[in-house]
């Protein structure tokens, strides 16, 4: 008799057995765990620690002396983000070579297609533009037609206030000057550049 007569509520045998790693947890949380271990492993959990409560106590800089000693703790706190950011840099290479192969598996695969239908894609377009009708593929497919509006910038300087100081604009223009005053440039037109101290600490 078989088992499942004996035994009516004993699920049945799966027929092929489960991929491999399917009991392992999940890899964003795989992940997470090796590089919380790494950390652990060479002490830098505690070393974060340590310079958050060294910080916390920091003296006023008021002569040397203090402006040493905070010194002495802006560097440590600079090897340590070296020293984890290198951490996560072994765990996270591997992640991103694994993506760029995947990702370039997959566009190896989509080129030709693509290639293909885009050589279509006009000549549909020149169809649509001429027949105000809907059509249907014999697999469902809907051909219809849409109007669509180009542009092309001819004088920037004519462009409206709303575009010119949209947040997008402004946020472009500064990572250009940026460049440029980093580059050498100290005299650029509508822009004040100035110099200014800053610690600097080795």
């Given at each position: 008799?078989?088992?499942?007569?004996?035994?009516?509520?004993?699920?049945?045998?799966?027929?092929?057995p489960p991929p491999m790693g399917h009991n392992k947890p999940p890899l964003e949380t795989s992940v997470v765990?090796?590089?919380?271990?790494?950390?652990?492993?060479?002490?830098?959990?505690?070393?974060?620690?340590?310079?958050?409560?060294?910080?916390?106590?920091?003296?006023?800089?008021?002569?040397?002396?203090?402006?040493?000693?905070?010194?002495?703790?802006?560097a440590q706190a600079k090897a340590a983000t070296k020293a984890v950011q290198a951490e996560r840099e072994i765990i996270n290479r591997p992640l991103l070579d694994a993506q760029r192969g995947l990702k370039g598996r997959a566009d190896a695969l989509l080129a030709p297609m693509d290639r293909a239908t885009d050589e279509?894609?006009?000549?549909?377009?020149?169809?649509?533009?001429?027949?105000?009708?809907?059509?249907?593929?014999?697999?469902?497919a809907r051909v219809g037609h849409r109007t669509g509006w180009e542009f092309e910038v001819t004088d920037y300087a004519k462009l409206p206030l709303n575009?010119?100081?949209?947040?997008?604009?402004?946020?472009?223009?500064?990572?250009?000057?940026?460049?440029?005053?980093?580059?050498g440039e100290r005299k650029i037109p509508g822009v004040k550049i100035w110099s200014s101290k800053k610690a600097s600490v080795r």
């Open positions: 008799m078989a088992e499942q007569e004996h035994f009516p509520d004993l699920e049945k045998w799966p027929e092929a765990a090796e590089f919380d271990e790494a950390i652990a492993v060479k002490g830098l959990f505690a070393r974060v620690n340590e310079i958050v409560d060294a910080a916390g106590r920091a003296p006023d800089i008021t002569d040397e002396d203090s402006a040493g000693a905070v010194g002495d703790l802006l279509l894609k006009p000549k549909l377009d020149a169809w649509a533009a001429d027949h105000a009708e809907v059509v249907h593929g014999d697999m469902g575009i010119r100081r949209h947040p997008t604009v402004l946020e472009a223009i500064d990572k250009v000057v940026r460049a440029l005053v980093k580059s």
